[in-house]
């Protein structure tokens, strides 16, 4: 099993940054993937970023790019959201994800934190 723990989130206005970090606990050995789900009030869930463990691919939601930078701490198992120049419409619930093995899928969710974003 693997736990993710998230911190960061909160309230700012628009135009402000933020950063959100998830640290893995418990069965981390080889992760393949980590990353970051969204979820606004009365809207579907939705993939943010996500990074690859080993080779540091990096993948992004086309609303979040040139704004949000995802990075990790291999040593530390944990994984980073930069939110930069937020926008009211990134006001969500912010989910840590992790993916334990190739295919998996994302197996493993932290508990959310809450990014609320002021016009």
């Known amino acids: 099993q693997m736990q993710l723990v998230e911190f960061g989130g909160g309230l700012v206005q628009a135009g402000g940054s933020l950063r959100l970090s998830c640290a893995a606990s418990?069965?981390?050995?080889?992760?393949?993937?980590m990353g970051w789900f969204r979820q606004a009030p009365g809207k579907e869930r939705e993939f943010v970023a996500a990074?690859?463990?080993?080779?540091?691919?990096?993948y992004y939601t086309d609303s979040v790019k040139g704004r949000f930078t995802i990075s990790r701490d291999n040593a530390r198992n944990t994984v980073y959201l930069q939110m930069n120049s937020l926008k009211p419409e990134d006001t969500a619930v912010y989910y840590c994800?992790?993916?334990?093995?190739?295919?998996?899928?994302?197996?493993?969710w932290g508990q959310g934190t809450q990014v609320t974003v002021s016009s």
């Open positions: 418990g069965r981390t050995f080889n992760i393949f993937r």
């Open positions: 994800v992790a993916e334990p093995r190739a295919g998996a899928g994302y197996d493993y």
């Open positions: 990074i690859r463990w080993n080779t540091g691919n990096i």
